[in-house]
């Protein structure tokens, strides 16, 4: 059974920083791209950063610049490295996967940036 577990969030102020990051279980973690997505109530789930089996990466959006995705094979986890955080990155993250044709989603972990 494939499961993904996020780490805690929390509050952080504007312009501060946050790490997050997911375990994941029940699949070979090395052969799997990875990926971090966030939503707001009322809105839909989007994308945010991903990172291939080789590495690759991949950021949409604001988080560009701001945010890193990194892996550890062997600690099969992901982490996503959120610098220079505003207001409007607080959201529910999720980490994700998909095998096959079926994406699999951790529970989803708060993130509020306020003062």
């Known amino acids: 059974q494939v499961q993904l577990a996020e780490s805690r969030g929390g509050l952080v102020q504007p312009g501060g920083s946050l790490r997050l990051s997911c375990v994941v279980s029940g699949t070979i973690f090395r052969n799997r791209d990875m990926g971090w997505s966030r939503q707001v109530p009322g809105k839909q789930r989007e994308l945010v950063a991903s990172?291939?089996?080789?590495?690759?990466?991949n950021y949409v959006g604001s988080a560009n610049g701001r945010f890193t995705i990194s892996r550890d094979n062997a600690k099969n986890t992901v982490y996503l490295q959120m610098n220079n955080l505003e207001p409007e990155d607080t959201a529910v993250y999720f980490c994700?996967?998909?095998?096959?044709?079926?994406?699999?989603w951790g529970q989803g972990t708060q993130v509020t940036v306020s003062s």
């Open positions: 994700y996967t998909k095998i096959l044709t079926r994406n699999y």
């Open positions: 990172i291939s089996s080789g590495y690759s990466t």
